[in-house]
């Protein structure tokens, strides 16, 4: 029997919240709730350099099954600035099967 266990979309989008809260500070966040449909741009404001920051912590806490910066590559601009929590939880529960 493996000891590997299959991490949930619900962790990883507590897990995201929380680093997200460490890169922007949990003042903003006592009014804006994240969820899922929370946008990276429209809702959180985030600049080039919160995302720089946000994919070290995820580097530190995923190790390098989780690339961030590589997979934001792949992506246009629009993709980019349209960017949800949801798509990055996705992304990271990919990365984990």
Do not use: K, N
Request: aromatic content about 8%.
């Amino acid at each position: 029997m493996s000891d590997a266990r299959t991490v949930t979309d619900e962790e990883v989008l507590a897990t995201v919240a929380r680093l997200i809260e460490a890169v922007i500070g949990d003042e903003f966040l006592v009014e804006t709730p994240i969820t899922r449909d929370t946008s990276f741009t429209d809702d959180l404001e985030l600049e080039s350099i919160e995302f720089v920051a946000l994919s070290e912590l995820l580097l530190d806490h995923y190790g390098e099954t989780v690339d961030f910066i590589a997979w934001l590559s792949d992506m246009e601009v629009p993709e980019i600035v349209g960017l949800t929590v949801g798509e990055l939880v996705d992304f990271i529960a990919s990365c984990q099967s």
